[in-house]
């Protein structure tokens, strides 16, 4: 079991930025693939940005290829999403995501673990 919970949002102007922390308990993210998700009110959860256990591989979905950066912190069990140049289209709760595989978070496979979410409002 692992227990995941996101920190870090709140509301921030266009164009501004902020730091979005996953921190883990109960196990080590060194074995996950870890990715980052938002959903919108009323849209479903969509995916943002993954990283391979070894950090070797990332990619975003391309609304935010550019602006938003998934790093890892393996000695501290943490997880960041750094989002920069921030749309009001990126307004959401944002979800992080453990799962065994960069494939498997991707698709949302049944098994992977999930945060309760952080909100993220970005004003117009």
């Known amino acids: 079991q692992v227990q995941l919970v996101e920190s870090g949002g709140g509301l921030v102007q266009a164009g501004g930025s902020l730091r979005l922390s996953c921190g883990a308990s109960?196990?080590?993210?060194?074995?996950?693939?870890m990715g980052w998700f938002r959903q919108a009110p009323g849209k479903g959860r969509r995916f943002v940005a993954v990283?391979?256990?070894?950090?070797?591989?990332?990619n975003y979905a391309d609304f935010v290829e550019g602006r938003f950066t998934i790093s890892r912190d393996d000695v501290h069990n943490m997880v960041y999403l750094q989002m920069n140049s921030l749309r009001p289209e990126d307004a959401g709760a944002y979800y992080c995501?453990?799962?065994?595989?960069?494939?498997?978070?991707?698709?949302?496979?049944?098994?992977?673990?999930w945060g309760q979410g952080t909100q993220v409002t970005v004003s117009s």
């Open positions: 995501c453990a799962g065994t595989t960069v494939r498997t978070v991707r698709m949302m496979d049944v098994h992977n673990y």
């Open positions: 990283i391979s256990s070894d950090a070797t591989e990332s």
């Open positions: 109960g196990r080590t993210l060194g074995g996950y693939a």
